[in-house]
């Protein structure tokens, strides 16, 4: 039975950050992921990178932070944020009175906002409507919420962390007031192994109660599901926001080769319940065309949802969107900290406040250092100059500092210069330096890293040729694998199923069942 000082459980971006976090601090940290890295809501957020303007009116406090925040990540991260900066508009219909409300709320929570004339505003954003009466621009941005994670990720890994995707916490082992071992199971080869930790940290996110519970702690909380849609191409410049207290359909976020539009807000009792309707996803684009009218001539490619987890006792807008760092001493469990709420933007100040309460249980100093500390250094002004070809020039944002290691796989062959997502750009190298990895054991393992699969087909096009290179590096069936990944690309394309969308998978579908003749194992037969 191994021992080790802080076991953190969840392997989102606040669970990736605390790792970090205590790893520069020199501590001794294991962290535990149930799936795979940004799998769950870290994954499923809409891709934004707060100024803060969103809450200045009714949520001070988190507007505050994500001023604050936003300005730290795009120091430390720039290699993953696209700082497209952004606007609120307010249409004739909206309250003419909000604009005063709004920069009023801007100047109380260090939120940096100016207001601008209409005609202004589009001439930065061409597509806005004509019915715009009020305007203002922020220093809002689009960040990717999977390079981020697995930033953090390997950072904490090169500081000693042992972090571990697919394995499922299963058992706490109580005694004298405090969690004595943790056993948890490796989903890939089926063995349950026991751990011996000083701290235990859950970073579980909308299943933070569940992984609480066994400790035979409850942690009030609501959970609160919001739903995207992701349109084909970036029919907005910057983010677009609507100048209004927050509703449904009011932002649009240009991100990679998409614009992503959101967000609802829904209470739901289960945090697996991630389905979306279509009736969801017309309402949304209906309210986005109002701010942008080429939105209705755009095809929406797939919609997804994603989990927040709200503390406390409001729900859906009402609640904040501020965190929590709990210490469950006062429940009876003495080596058990909880971390809930907050949002993509403040979760480096959410791993800091969680860290330092952990070094005080620990009984050890040392000051936090993620704040200046550079996830990826950012790449000396003669080195980007040398970048002549697109493809290192997106390799840097997608990959950071470890964009060497990928191109050299690339430049190993011609075939790593292979085309292998061409709506994406995704070479062969990319995609066999990932495969070789012992993270990655599905095909939407290597999405999430590479974003092959993500584009305007949703992976109908690319499958066979991700495939082909997985079954080099993986001893699951080649048919098990591909049906798996494209049974969870049809999840998020069955409710955008209409217009131009709906060709494409007819397409699709004639591809995969005519060509290949995959249709029964797309129904689930055989497996």
Not at 182 to 190: K, N, P, S, V
Request: aromatic share 6%; proline share 4%; with cysteine.
């Amino acid at each position: 039975m191994s021992r080790v000082e802080v076991l953190i459980v969840g392997g989102g971006v606040t669970g990736a950050g605390v790792a970090r976090d205590l790893s520069l601090r020199g501590v001794d940290v294991m962290l535990l992921e149930k799936s795979d890295f940004s799998a769950g809501a870290t994954g499923r957020c809409h891709g934004m990178l707060h100024s803060g303007g969103r809450y200045a009116v009714k949520d001070s406090e988190s507007a505050a932070e994500c001023a604050k925040e936003s300005t730290i990540l795009k120091r430390i991260a720039g290699y993953c944020i696209e700082d497209t900066g952004g606007l609120f508009v307010a249409l004739e219909e909206d309250d003419p009175n909000f604009l005063d409300r709004f920069l009023r709320g801007c100047r109380d929570t260090g939120v940096r906002a100016k207001e601008i004339m209409p005609a202004e505003a589009r001439s930065l954003e061409p597509c806005l409507s004509k019915k715009i009466q009020n305007s203002a621009e922020v220093e809002d941005a689009s960040v990717d919420p999977f390079a981020l994670t697995i930033g953090n990720v390997e950072d904490a890994r090169a500081a000693g962390a042992d972090i571990r995707n697919y394995c499922s916490i299963q058992e706490f082992s109580l005694g004298d007031g405090r969690i004595q071992e943790a056993i948890f199971e490796d989903l890939r080869t089926g063995t349950r192994q026991r751990v011996r930790p000083e701290i235990v940290l859950n970073a579980g996110g909308a299943w933070a109660d569940h992984i609480a519970s066994l400790a035979g702690i409850h942690i009030p909380m609501e959970i609160d599901k919001g739903i995207l849609v992701v349109l084909n191409g970036r029919i907005v410049n910057g983010l677009v926001n609507r100048l209004r207290m927050p509703s449904d359909g009011d932002i649009i976020v240009p991100n990679h080769s998409a614009s992503i539009v959101g967000t609802t807000s829904e209470k739901v009792d289960d945090p697996e319940n991630t389905a979306v309707s279509g009736s969801d996803v017309h309402r949304l684009l209906a309210e986005a065309t109002r701010m942008v009218p080429d939105v209705a001539m755009a095809r929406a490619v797939r919609a997804y949802a994603g989990i927040r987890p709200l503390p406390g006792g409001k729900s859906g807008r009402e609640a904040s969107r501020t965190f929590r760092v709990i210490d469950h001493a006062e429940e009876g469990v003495e080596n058990f900290v909880s971390t809930v709420g907050g949002k993509l933007t403040t979760y480096r100040l959410m791993a800091e406040k969680a860290s330092d309460l952990v070094m005080r249980k620990l009984g050890k100093s040392g000051a936090c250092h993620t704040a200046l500390e550079p996830i990826s250094p950012p790449m000396p002004a003669g080195q980007v100059k040398d970048l002549l070809s697109f493809p290192l020039i997106r390799m840097t944002r997608k990959y950071g500092k470890d964009y060497r290691d990928v191109v050299k796989g690339c430049a190993t062959s011609l075939r790593g210069k292979e085309i292998l997502c061409s709506c994406e750009e995704v070479l062969r190298g990319e995609i066999e330096h990932f495969a070789s990895s012992s993270d990655v054991t599905r095909i939407s393992d290597l999405m999430r890293r590479t974003r092959a699969g993500m584009g305007y087909c949703q992976a109908g096009m690319c499958s066979f040729a991700i495939a082909s290179v997985m079954i080099d590096h993986s001893d699951r069936d080649p048919l098990e694998l591909i049906g798996e990944f494209l049974e969870e690309r049809w999840r998020g394309v069955e409710p955008v199923l209409f217009g131009g969308q709906l060709r494409q998978e007819v397409f699709n579908r004639y591809v995969h069942d005519g060509v290949y003749r995959l249709e029964p194992l797309l129904r689930g037969e055989g497996r």
